[in-house]
């Protein structure tokens, strides 16, 4: 698969980015999926994933969480109301164990910022508590711009997401190139001129970078 990486993005090598922007969850993470974030969180909660699910998308919890405009103790109070069995978790649970960073893709992003005159940055769709939680581990400093839904109050893949975040770095949809995970805010960079890499794997990302660092 990593060579079929190649074969499909080798011309990104030739290009001279003006920014760099990575996805988080899914792409900066050693791994990360919904289900198994819900999953977890759920166990936390001490219901059924199945009953959480349905309190999260009929109060539209998180979606509300990823743009500001709730807290995680606002969350973690509505799912207790709704699920009267549920143990009451403090706001730093809400974060899941799939969040933590992989160290092997920060070290090739480290490298990859000092040696391109790229502005290297992260443009995720994040909860306030994760938001924070990037900047007290310090994964923060190894990047030149943050772009977080619940701080920018819009998320990926609408487009004002990803203007708003080539306006904060003078840079145009062209000039920049994005890694993510997911096929719809891959298709909404590349629809507004983005050059745009759908990562399906670590191993395609590492790869990737390595190139890029040749």
């Given at each position: 698969m990593t060579a079929n990486w190649w074969v499909e993005h080798s011309g990104i090598v030739d290009h001279a980015f003006r920014a760099v922007l990575f996805d988080y969850g899914g792409i900066l993470t050693a791994t990360y999926r919904e289900a198994a974030f819900l999953s977890e969180l759920a166990s936390k909660f001490a219901v059924r994933p199945d009953e959480l699910r349905m309190v999260l998308r009929e109060g539209r919890l998180l979606l509300d969480l990823s743009l500001g405009r709730c807290a995680e103790e606002d969350m973690v109070?509505?799912?207790?109301?709704?699920?009267?069995?549920?143990?009451?978790?403090h706001a730093e649970e809400v974060m899941a164990s799939s969040f933590e960073p992989n160290t092997r893709v920060l070290e090739l992003i480290e490298l990859l910022r000092r040696?391109?005159?790229?502005?290297?940055?992260?443009?995720?769709?994040?909860?306030?508590?994760?938001?924070?939680?990037?900047?007290?581990?310090?994964?923060?400093?190894?990047?030149?711009?943050?772009?977080?839904?619940?701080?920018?109050?819009?998320?990926?893949?609408?487009?004002?997401?990803?203007?708003?975040?080539?306006?904060?770095?003078?840079?145009?949809?062209?000039?920049c190139l994005l890694f993510d995970d997911l096929d719809s805010d891959v298709a909404a960079a590349r629809e507004l001129g983005m050059t745009s890499i759908r990562v399906c794997s670590r191993e395609d990302l590492v790869a990737g970078l390595e190139g890029l660092l040749r």
């Amino acid at each position: 698969m990593t060579a079929n990486w190649w074969v499909e993005h080798s011309g990104i090598v030739d290009h001279a980015f003006r920014a760099v922007l990575f996805d988080y969850g899914g792409i900066l993470t050693a791994t990360y999926r919904e289900a198994a974030f819900l999953s977890e969180l759920a166990s936390k909660f001490a219901v059924r994933p199945d009953e959480l699910r349905m309190v999260l998308r009929e109060g539209r919890l998180l979606l509300d969480l990823s743009l500001g405009r709730c807290a995680e103790e606002d969350m973690v109070a509505q799912v207790c109301a709704a699920l009267p069995g549920a143990r009451p978790i403090h706001a730093e649970e809400v974060m899941a164990s799939s969040f933590e960073p992989n160290t092997r893709v920060l070290e090739l992003i480290e490298l990859l910022r000092r040696r391109s005159t790229a502005k290297i940055c992260v443009a995720s769709n994040i909860f306030p508590r994760g938001a924070l939680y990037l900047r007290e581990l310090g994964v923060a400093d190894r990047f030149d711009h943050l772009f977080f839904s619940c701080e920018f109050g819009v998320r990926k893949p609408d487009p004002a997401f990803l203007d708003r975040a080539c306006e904060a770095m003078s840079a145009k949809p062209s000039d920049c190139l994005l890694f993510d995970d997911l096929d719809s805010d891959v298709a909404a960079a590349r629809e507004l001129g983005m050059t745009s890499i759908r990562v399906c794997s670590r191993e395609d990302l590492v790869a990737g970078l390595e190139g890029l660092l040749r």
